[in-house]
């Protein structure tokens, strides 16, 4: 017989809604509520120019559950007290970090992730995302430049693709008991190799940081000889870290000879390319990442300049069968997989969810015109802020081909930068402003990074002066 299906229960009280979804109708008080809820999102989104990036500290609501559930008029009103104290990535003036405002599509495209809460561990648990999540790896492969067969996996941040790209490595290279080996990078790498290095047992010197050029840029002169060196002394390499684009100035590492030279000597080129990977969808851009395509891996954070929201980062590889390798223990309470093994066997984390969904939409809303747009854009808007604090004479500018940029008055030092940056930050915020103040070189700087869709020339130009008036303010010291 049949089974019938309960008749819908009436909620308690007609503004709460059931704890979880009828299963045999739509909702119409759980849609009543959802539509709430973008309701107070779009007004957050559409207020967000007319406050600051960085609201002061707000009010938080009372954490702990009562005993008695509540309805959604509490729990919406709640939800607001949280948003009013959030950093405002929609607001123009949100020019400080790499977290760009979130792009449209890619937050509808979360809220059904929330909603379909499939589990990317396993294809029985995400039938039709885990296929998505494999085919988008290996289209994004492609367009870097990697060869036929290329794959990967998503994972939630940069931090964690670099992570298994280097367990990944090592294990190819069949080093994984060699407490000696070690990673090389340039001293402008990321600090997330500091940690992939630590998680994996490894003493700090296993992390070999190479000196760079003036630009910022890896000197391959500097890595040949450290290979050449290493060679002789019989330490195995774990991996050659190639950055393209670094957190302070964008710099792009010169791929195409630390790619030669990995391949003489036979070692594993990982490109982290969690900032400057994406730009290879630039045709403007695309020659400045010659030697992409040659990585046995690539770090892409969509995340940073695309806007897809958080988290949203890929690891690529050439032959994506080496994640598998590494991370292959078995599911024996799974069903066995029925197109390329299951991608919580291809990687770090187990239960996983579908993060995909929301970089394939944004990047199907976009369309590829829009994804060099926005690229364009935002180097358009680093050449602009650039050349007017160059013309304004007396700052010391550090940048790259890519939309990021530091600076700070020439010759200002220490505890004076020090001071220097943290007045003019201030003196920024309070034209609704927000640039960072990181330490670069051993000296405070101010960052800013201009991949925000929102910020015009105006904007631009009210920087610069109060940049102008901080260089007129008596001694920095
Ligand atoms: C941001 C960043 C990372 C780490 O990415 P998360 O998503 O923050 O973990 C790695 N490398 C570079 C160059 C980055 O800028």
């Not at 709460?16 to 045999?24: C, Q, R, T, V, W």
């Not at 559950?65 to 607001?91: C, F, I, K, T």
């Not at 390798?325 to 066995?336: K, N, V």
Request: glycine share 10%; aromatic share 4%; with cysteine.
């Amino acid at each position: 017989m049949a089974s019938v299906p309960p008749a819908h229960r009436p909620s308690s009280s007609p503004q709460d809604f059931g704890a979880f979804a009828d299963p045999f109708q739509p909702d119409p008080v759980l849609e009543e509520v959802l539509q709430q809820a973008s309701g107070l999102l779009c007004r957050w989104l559409g207020q967000a120019g007319h406050g600051t990036p960085l609201p002061g500290l707000s009010v938080l609501p009372v954490v702990e559950p009562e005993l008695a559930g509540l309805g959604s008029e509490r729990l919406l009103a709640d939800l607001q007290l949280v948003m009013e104290g959030a950093y405002n990535p929609n607001h123009p003036g949100a020019l400080a970090h790499l977290d760009p405002p979130p792009l449209s599509a890619s937050i509808v495209a979360d809220l059904i992730c929330a909603g379909l809460n499939n589990n990317l561990l396993a294809e029985e648990l995400s039938p039709s995302l885990s296929r998505l999540e494999r085919a988008l790896c290996a289209w994004m492969a492609g367009r870097l430049g990697l060869p036929d067969g290329a794959g990967g996996v998503a994972a939630s941040g940069g931090s964690l693709s670099n992570l298994m790209a280097l367990v990944t490595a090592r294990h190819q290279r069949g080093l994984a008991c060699r407490g000696e080996a070690v990673v090389l990078c340039s001293e402008e790498a990321h600090v997330s190799l500091v940690k992939a290095t630590a998680v994996m047992g490894l003493p700090p010197e296993a992390l070999v940081q190479l000196p760079v050029t003036a630009a910022g840029t890896l000197e391959p002169q500097a890595l040949e000889e450290r290979l050449a060196q290493l060679d002789r002394a019989g330490t195995p390499v774990i991996a050659v870290v190639a950055t393209a684009g670094t957190t302070v100035r964008g710099a792009l590492d010169p791929l195409e000879p630390i790619a030669a030279l990995c391949r003489r000597y036979g070692h594993w080129l990982h490109v982290d390319g969690a900032i400057g990977a994406i730009f290879a969808f630039s045709e403007r851009f695309r020659t400045r990442l010659t030697g992409l395509g040659l990585a046995d891996s690539i770090t892409v954070n969509p995340q940073k300049l695309l806007g897809i929201t958080k988290t949203s980062s890929l690891l690529l590889l050439a032959d994506p069968r080496h994640l598998q390798r590494a991370f292959a223990t078995g599911l024996p309470y799974m069903e066995p997989s029925w197109g390329g093994g299951h991608q919580g066997e291809a990687g770090l984390q187990g239960t996983r969810p579908g993060e995909i969904l929301k970089l394939w939409l944004g990047l199907r809303q976009l369309g590829l015109d829009g994804v060099a747009a926005l690229i364009d854009a935002a180097v358009q808007r680093r050449t602009d802020l650039e050349q007017r604090l160059r013309a304004m004479g007396g700052l010391s500018l550090c940048s790259g081909p890519l939309h990021l940029l530091a600076f700070r008055p020439d010759g200002c030092e220490g505890t004076a930068a020090e001071r220097w940056s943290a007045a003019t930050r201030a003196a920024l915020l309070a034209e609704q402003l927000m640039l960072s103040r990181p330490v670069y070189r051993g000296h405070h700087h101010l960052k800013a990074v201009l991949g925000n869709p929102h910020t015009l020339p105006y904007h631009l130009e009210r920087l610069s002066l109060v940049v102008q008036q901080s260089l007129a303010e008596p001694p920095h010291g």
